[in-house]
């Protein structure tokens, strides 16, 4: 029986290495699809001002490394909220901004004082995002729609003609500012009147119990009230219903505004970097001083 016993042996080896294989494959066309949608999350929420204050060239190489391990708190740009939402998202402690990598500042924009500048071109080389344009010895100015203040531009201008100003996002519908939390008269009794009356077929009730949930304000609605002031006048709580809606559509706003331009900031970033990919490309590939004698004996002839 002792062939029986070889073939048991080497069909157990053939069965352990197929499996092992299997897992192998398996493992190379899973783990790196997992490891792209976490990087992906996690950059989703960085504010893709590519300034590097992390230590990293731009956003997705820091979410990169957030995934191999590295600290959470490291986005001056983004501050406590960033570090927040990255915490919650992947279970860590929420700990204080690393003063290492920078201090906190409100959004701004860079402003070149046109007078002063001399045209090195040094700003457009240093930023990210192209949001400066001019030629070499000409005026540059800056796009400021473009701008994502990340300050790099400051660093290699030899005439120190930039300036850094604060700025703020404002609506898309221009919706005036308002703080939330309007003053409410009485507790919600739940009695559902406001849903009865609703021209827009919402759910006043859900949305109101809901205020602090803006994500699922969206998802019921919100931004399909029409402000009639309807819901208001048949509540028996009297609690101003049209005007918390009003505020919480004010907040969507800001916050779609704010993904809006952290996806077009990382798509100038990334068109920036491909084209400086492609021009390191062609330098390395140029012909050989033999390629191009042949070439102009080709033309001579």
Not at 124 to 149: K, R
Not at 188 to 202: A, M, N, R, S, T
Request: hydrophobic share 40%; aromatic share 4%.
């Amino acid at each position: 029986m002792e062939w029986f016993d070889v073939f048991i042996g080497t069909f157990a080896l053939s069965a352990t290495a197929l499996v092992s294989g299997a897992l192998l494959i398996w493992g190379q066309r899973t783990w790196p699809e997992s490891v792209d949608i976490a990087v992906n999350e996690i950059n989703a929420h960085l504010p893709q001002t590519q300034c590097a204050q992390c230590g990293y060239p731009g956003c997705k190489p820091y979410a990169e490394a957030i995934v191999a391990g590295e600290a959470i708190n490291r986005c001056p740009p983004g501050g406590e909220a960033t570090i927040t939402k990255l915490a919650k998202l992947l279970g860590r402690d929420v700990t204080t901004l690393d003063e290492s990598c920078g201090s906190y500042s409100p959004p701004a924009v860079a402003i070149i004082r046109e007078a002063e500048c001399i045209g090195c071109t040094l700003c457009i080389q240093a930023c990210p995002v192209d949001a400066i344009i001019g030629a070499q010895q000409m005026m540059h100015t800056v796009l400021t729609n473009e701008c994502t203040g990340c300050e790099l531009c400051l660093e290699p201008c030899p005439v120190d003609c930039i300036d850094i100003l604060d700025t703020s996002i404002s609506s898309v519908l221009e919706l005036p500012v308002k703080p939330l939390g309007t003053t409410i008269s009485g507790p919600c009794i739940h009695c559902g009147i406001c849903q009865e009356v609703c021209p827009q077929d919402l759910a006043p009730q859900q949305l109101f119990l809901l205020k602090n949930v803006v994500t699922v304000t969206e998802s019921l609605g919100l931004l399909d009230c029409i402000e009639c002031r309807i819901c208001d006048r048949v509540c028996p709580a009297d609690i101003p219903l049209t005007d918390i809606f009003h505020d919480l559509k004010h907040e969507l706003h800001l916050t779609h505004e704010e993904r809006v331009n952290a996806e077009y900031a990382e798509s100038r970033f990334l068109r920036r970097e491909d084209r400086l990919l492609a021009t390191t490309s062609k330098v390395r590939n140029r012909p050989s001083k033999a390629d191009r004698s042949s070439l102009l004996a080709s033309l001579k002839k």
